[in-house]
């Protein structure tokens, strides 16, 4: 993995600093009204924190914001998110000022790369989801669905019978690439550039002296492991795809399913704690709030799943591995319902 070397460093710097100057004097020569993406190219050339980066980890955030931006629609359309729903936007605008001061645009091959995954969707016809949702008028009030196979959820809905996974299984390389994932590690990224330029070799990170080598720092925050079970807070019509699923169970009463999913787990494993809620998608080189929850928190790359998670986590460190658990919370038929291919 190729790094940026000083010399580049220095010179991309000072070409984005005239860059920086030009926005500065527009907005003062010009009655002060940039446009939203000047505004925006302007906020990066002030903090460029991707300057250090390296290719490979450029084309990585490239993919993450156009699989973000992008969305599958019950019309079997892939189409765009409106620039002002998401920071994604934002996001790309700082993307293409770093790939700007790299010598123009996003390489042909990081863009092939970052749509590649969407055509994974059409490879059999038509969506899964299209079929599994056809006709289906979703509830008016909130609810949660569960994507999977129909021999699973099946049984889930007459009888109430969950199996739920410590973290660790998703690490599993049986595991398709949606679902597969480091869930008991989180990655941040440090931007070094300032510290290179003035020649600093190491930076203060939580009472700790990490040297500077020639790129940002990234820094895998470990955790114990727990206990999580994954579902969406929508129907979303890449899920089924991703997931492998030929079902979704649709829970129309979230809260009680929550209670009866907490209230058997502590059955089993009183001393532990649960959380619950939307998923937090950190961005590793802006936010670091995911520090706080790390359970609940992801990279933004997953952020098109809008993951609602139940998670469980120990006050005290477990001894010896953990194993999947089976929870029984009693029939769903009466608040839930299964929607098959």
């Known amino acids: 993995m190729p790094k940026v070397s000083i010399n580049d460093l220095r010179s991309r710097y000072a070409e984005m600093q005239t860059r920086r100057a030009h ?22 050339l002030r903090d460029p924190y991707l300057l250090g980066a390296t290719d490979e980890r450029l084309a990585a955030r490239f993919r993450d914001i156009f699989i973000n931006q992008t969305e599958l629609g019950d019309n079997a359309l892939i189409g765009m998110l409106p620039v002002n729903t998401t920071d994604l936007m934002r ?14 645009e996003p390489p042909s091959e990081v863009i092939v790369a970052a749509r590649t995954p969407l055509l994974k969707y059409f490879e059999n016809g038509p969506p899964i989801a299209v079929k599994m949702f056809e006709g289906y008028r979703a509830p008016q009030s909130r609810y949660l669905v569960k994507y999977g196979q129909r021999e699973f959820l099946e049984p889930m809905l007459k009888h109430g019978r969950i199996r739920i996974c410590q973290a660790s299984h998703y690490n599993d390389n049986t595991h398709n690439a949606a679902v597969r994932d480091d869930e008991i590690s989180r990655i941040f990224c440090f931007s070094t550039y300032e510290e290179r330029l003035k020649e600093i070799s190491h930076i203060p990170v ?11 720092i990234v820094l895998p925050v470990e955790m114990n492991d727990y206990y999580l079970f994954s579902l969406c807070d929508d129907i979303y019509y890449r899920m089924p795809t991703d997931f492998g699923a030929d079902a979704a169970l649709v829970i129309k009463d979230p809260d009680q399913f929550l209670q009866r999913v907490i209230s058997a787990f502590l059955l089993l494993r009183p001393d532990w704690e649960p959380l619950f809620g939307p998923v937090t998608y950190y961005d590793p080189y802006r936010d670091y709030t995911a520090w706080k929850t790390p359970e609940m ?4 790359g997953y952020a098109y799943q809008r993951e609602f998670r139940i998670a469980f986590r120990a006050r005290q460190r477990s001894k ?10 009693g029939p769903m038929t009466d608040f839930a319902e299964l929607r098959i291919t």
């Open 297 to 300: 928190a992801k990279p933004f």
């Open 23 to 44: 926005y500065e004097w527009k907005s003062e020569n010009d009655e002060g009204r940039l446009k939203l993406h000047e505004v925006w190219r302007h906020e990066y």
């Open 91 to 104: 996001k790309f605008t700082h993307l293409l000022e770093e790939y700007g001061a790299r010598g123009g």
């Open 320 to 329: 010896g591995p953990l194993a999947p658990e089976f929870l029984e919370i």
């Open 206 to 216: 939580q009472g700790h002296r990490i040297p500077i080598e020639d790129d940002d």
